[in-house]
């Protein structure tokens, strides 16, 4: 008789660590599906940001986007200043405080159409140049 209740109590103790283990697996699912909700929600909120530019301020301002080794950048006037974009031109790089009226006429025709930048070294240099 004690062997048949031993028997039935570690039967009922291994559906009870079934029933916990099932309980965790679920909370913990909820948990990351609720977690990448969030941050696919910062992502979109983050992606519909508008670019504005601050008033003059020191020479660069590191901006959100992160570049990669093999990325180029576009030079592009936005409310009057010149801001350096990564590849897919929709990302900010660097906040300038170039003024785009103060370049030559043809580099603001490039610049205007979106001026290519080999590499961080070409782009640099630009700024370096053009920066006062």
């Known amino acids: 008789m004690r062997n048949k209740y031993g028997i039935g109590f570690f039967g009922i103790m291994i559906v009870a660590l079934m029933l916990v283990t099932g309980a965790y697996q679920l909370s913990y699912q909820r948990a990351k599906e609720q977690s990448e909700v969030r941050v696919a929600e910062n992502?979109?909120?983050r992606?519909?940001?508008?670019?504005?530019?601050?008033?003059?301020?020191?020479?660069?301002?590191?901006?959100d986007g992160q570049a990669l080794k093999e990325d180029c950048y576009y030079l592009m006037e936005v409310n009057g200043y010149?801001?350096?974009?990564?590849s897919d031109k929709k990302t900010p790089y660097e906040y300038t405080d170039i003024k785009y009226d103060d370049l030559p006429a043809e580099l603001r025709d490039?610049?205007?159409?979106?001026k290519y930048m080999e590499d961080a070294k070409t782009l640099y240099g630009f700024l370096e140049n053009y920066s006062s």
Request: proline share 10%; aromatic share 4%; glycine share 4%.
């Open 110 to 114: 490039e610049i205007r159409n979106g």
């Open 82 to 86: 010149v801001v350096v974009y990564l």
């Open 43 to 45: 992502a979109r909120t």
């Open 47 to 63: 992606d519909d940001v508008t670019v504005t530019t601050p008033e003059p301020a020191p020479a660069t301002v590191a901006a």
